[in-house]
Nanobody
Framework: QVQLVESGGGLVQPGGSLRLSCVAS????????MGWYRQAPGKQRELVAG???????NYADSVKGRFTISRDNAKNTVYLQMNSLKVEDTAVYYC?????????????WGQGTQVTVSS
């Protein structure tokens, strides 16, 4: 069975930081592109950051310079370091694993972790 488990979400003040983790099992992790997506209330799901198996990364314009995606293949884990958090970053953050870059249209998904940015 394939499982992606996110953790690290929580409540943080504007300007603060959080690090999200996603641990994958049931897949050959090193072969997969990994991505972080988020969905805020009343909004569509959007790609936050992606990392290919070769290490290339891409980010949404709204988080560029503030968030960093990384992966540790030995731990089957992808991370999202979030700095300088803003209220508008509040969302449920989801982890995706896919052998192909499909913009989240396929692959495996975690159940999400809530990030709330509030004073």
């Amino acid at each position: 069975q394939v499982q992606l488990v996110e953790s690290g979400g929580g409540l943080v003040q504007p300007g603060g930081s959080l690090r999200l983790s996603c641990v994958a099992s049931g897949i050959t992790f090193s072969l997969y592109a990994m991505g972080w997506y988020r969905q805020a209330p009343g909004k569509q799901r959007e790609l936050v950051a992606g990392i290919l198996r070769g290490g290339n990364t891409n980010y949404a314009d709204s988080v560029k310079g503030r968030f960093t995606i990384s992966r540790d293949n030995a731990k089957n884990t992808v991370y999202l370091q979030m700095n300088s958090l803003k209220v508008e970053d509040t969302a449920v953050y989801y982890c995706n694993a896919d052998l192909r870059v499909t913009g989240g249209r396929s692959g495996y998904w975690g159940q999400g972790t809530q990030v709330t940015v509030s004073s």
